[in-house]
């Protein structure tokens, strides 16, 4: 299935999870927020949260600096 992370489309396996996709992208969760069609998904649901097919990800991470 395709969906759409940070504007670019993606290919993942159909079910995959807000955390699986994650771990196929090799991001790590610390400092990361995440938003599936503009409602952000709690941290704790990641592993629950199934990405549907043409879903819209924005994956934020936290910098420091100023």
Request: net charge negative.
């Amino acid at each position: 299935m395709e969906v759409q992370v940070n504007g670019d489309w993606r290919a993942f396996p159909d079910g995959i999870t807000v955390a699986g996709l994650l771990e196929a992208l090799g991001t790590a969760p610390r400092g990361v927020a995440v938003a599936v069609d503009g409602v952000v998904v709690r941290r704790g649901d990641w592993a629950e949260t199934v990405v549907s097919p043409g879903a819209r990800l924005e994956i934020l991470t936290a910098v420091q600096g100023g």
